[in-house]
């Protein structure tokens, strides 16, 4: 999700133009195939799903008509009696959970409130199943809420597939979040979540949640897409265009549009995804600019804003191409052949091969939001954690790699990008707002405690890392991570267990201390007596410990003492000393000198929660 969400927190919820650089295209995006016999599945396997989608919408009344054949196959060991969709705008109607959730949650979100309940018939969002067909024949199915429950007609086998054929109609809601249409900038559409979407299955069972408020999960396959709208809008969002010269609109030039009944057809194919969005509007611009080595980038924004705004959008596109390739180095190539910025939504977000933002934004604004959002392509798209149930895997992920790659890209000159981070953290600690970040993404007891968690400690859980395990490790742990999840449903012991694995200790206690808990850091500097230095644990939460010490005659040198559950430490050229066992609160060194201070940790990445007796003698 987007950046200025934290923002938002942290502040007030206390609470065809472009580049003449060329180069090739990336081919088509081509998953590593899930088999039992990899040693890096371990028995892994994943749901696969196959979309055929033809829209009709109408741009006067906001409806749209839709068929949908849909192929999904079984590849878990267990035989499926029924299937779930989400039908997740039916959560834009007054007394929808969403909408409950919403008035009645301690500090709700000021973008939506209570404006759910005031929506008309005429504003709602829905989608309405009329018909349903397994392999041909009827099938029995019922709408509960934002979830459809389709009891099969013929139990799917494993390994088996059936084919599912719907006819549905849908009206966008009144733009509230991240959907609907007219926001307040003036986009005509923007069309996330708008479809039946198979709910995921895994090892866990269906994963068929409510739509609340919060965040997705979905089934990778290949989606086939034609949407028949007015032909004066221009689309852009997830997949490749497969007509261009019957199109135009900024994807070909010198064409004459096919035009039927006064609408374009507009057909997409993405391939290996687990969503589909788009937006469309009659006055966007549409810029493109080719990364080098790279994707085309597309840019859609609205003819309306200022000079000054349009002048930003300009200045965005070549550094778009930089968070590109920063990502692509540091994580793992991009393996699709576009990527679309377009203005829409509420703020930002992230979706397949494109994000939805808000467009009447400085130039910083724009990049920063831009970094978060694509970068969200790497931490959830193609790392396709569950995000309602681990969050911070994909929030907190990104906010770590964004902040460093807006950094460099903004030449910013942080000495440590994620700072901001330990402070919120601090703070939410510090006011017992705190929660466990394995709670569900929809049930904290409050939205700023899911904020710190998903975004404050998951970022701080790489930060952390590189304070564990060390800067170099951690980058290592990034791209294996990478290479060894993409295109499937990573978990936090997959995290763990590759950072484990590139430097070989154990790990365990963090994940389960860091992201399981509310225990805290807390270490104390008891005293010091000549050469003899006296430290106590007084958190929870154990941590190995970086120590500087500086003589009295003037010298200084940096200590390490490792933790003895990890089994191991990190490359240090600091002097290693005897191992600290967590069941001891304290612990003494004798130093090589007579020592005139100390301080703990003087790089800032450990999330101690009280400073003031990290230091002696200063």
């Given at each position: 999700?987007k ?15 472009g ?28 749901q ?77 969002g ?57 926001n ?9 979540q ?13 994963h ?14 290949d989606f ?5 709208i007015?032909k ?10 497969q007509?261009?010269?019957e ?33 469309a ?9 080719q ?101 911070w ?5 990104t ?6 790659a ?38 904290f ?41 993409r ?17 070989g ?9 860091w ?19 006296n ?58 000198k ?25």
């Open positions: 999700m950046k200025i969400f934290l923002t938002v927190f942290l502040s007030t919820l206390f609470l065809a133009c580049s003449s650089k060329t180069g090739p295209k990336t081919p088509t995006a081509t998953p590593p195939k899930v088999i039992s016999s990899n040693p890096i599945n371990n028995g892994y396997w994943q696969h799903v196959d979309y055929n989608m033809d829209i009709d919408m109408n741009v006067n009344n906001y409806q749209y008509k839709g068929k949908q054949k849909l192929v999904y196959t079984n590849n878990s060991p267990d035989v499926l009696e029924k299937v779930y969709y989400h039908l997740y705008f039916n959560a834009f109607q007054p007394g929808s959970e969403m909408d409950i959730r919403s008035r009645t949650i301690k500090d709700p979100d000021s973008r939506v409130g209570d404006r759910i309940s005031k929506l008309t018939p005429s504003e709602i829905y989608i309405k199943v009329a018909s349903l067909q397994q392999d041909g024949g009827k099938v029995q199915h019922k709408t509960i809420g934002t979830i459809l429950e389709v009891v099969l007609n013929k139990p799917l086998q494993p390994g088996a597939s059936t084919t599912l054929e719907m006819i549905f109609d849908g009206q966008v809601p009144k733009q509230i979040r991240r959907s609907g249409r007219n307040k900038e003036g986009v005509a559409l923007s069309m996330t708008w479809y039946p979407k198979l709910a995921e299955y895994d090892i866990e069972g269906w068929a949640d409510a739509y609340i408020a919060r965040e997705f999960h979905g089934v990778w396959g086939d897409v034609t949407i028949h007015d004066d809008y221009t689309l852009g969002g997830s997949g490749y265009l007509n261009p010269q199109i135009g609109h900024g994807y070909a030039k010198n064409t004459t549009p096919k035009v039927q009944n006064g609408k374009l057809a507009w057909h997409f194919v993405a391939p290996n995804v687990h969503d589909f969005t788009w937006a509007d009659a006055n966007y611009i549409h810029d493109t600019y990364v080098k080595n790279g994707p085309i980038l597309h840019f859609l924004y609205k003819d309306n804003l200022t000079s000054e705004e349009k002048q930003s959008w300009k200045k965005l596109q070549p550094k778009t191409a930089d968070l590109m390739n920063y990502y692509s180095e540091h994580i793992g190539t991009y393996p699709y052949k576009q990527y679309s910025v377009i203005q829409g939504g509420d703020g930002g977000m992230e979706y397949a091969m494109c994000t939805l933002i808000t467009g009447k934004r400085s130039f910083g604004s724009l990049v920063g939001v831009t970094a978060h959002e694509m970068a969200h392509t790497w931490f959830q798209f193609l790392l396709a954690t569950n995000e309602s149930k681990h969050p895997m994909d929030e907190g992920f906010t770590y790699i964004s902040s460093i807006e950094n460099i890209v903004l030449n910013e000159g942080k000495d440590n990008p994620i700072e901001g981070l330990y402070n919120y953290y601090y703070g939410v600690v510090g006011q017992g707002l705190e929660e466990s970040m394995s709670t569900h993404a929809d049930r007891n409050t939205n700023r405690a899911y904020s710190m968690a998903s975004y404050g400690k998951g970022c701080l859980f790489l930060g952390q890392l590189e304070y564990i395990i060390g800067k170099e490790n951690t980058a290592k742990t990034l791209k294996k991570y990478f290479t060894d999840f295109f499937k449903h990573p978990t936090p012991n997959d995290i763990k267990r590759t950072a484990e694995k590139v430097l200790v154990q790990l365990g206690w963090y994940l389960n201390e992201t399981q808990t509310t225990h805290t850091i807390d270490y104390a500097i008891k005293n010091v007596e000549g050469k003899q230095i430290l106590e644990r007084i958190g929870t939460m154990p941590m190995p410990i970086d120590l500087t010490v500086t003589y009295t005659d003037g010298t200084s040198e940096n200590y390490y003492i490792p933790l003895r559950m990890m089994l191991g430490q990190k490359p240090t050229t600091a002097t290693v000393v005897e191992a600290w066992a967590w069941a001891n609160p304290a612990y003494q060194f004798t130093a090589n007579v020592v005139k201070s100390v301080e703990i940790d003087t790089s800032g990445l450990l999330a101690d929660i009280d400073k003031t007796n990290n230091t002696f003698g200063k």
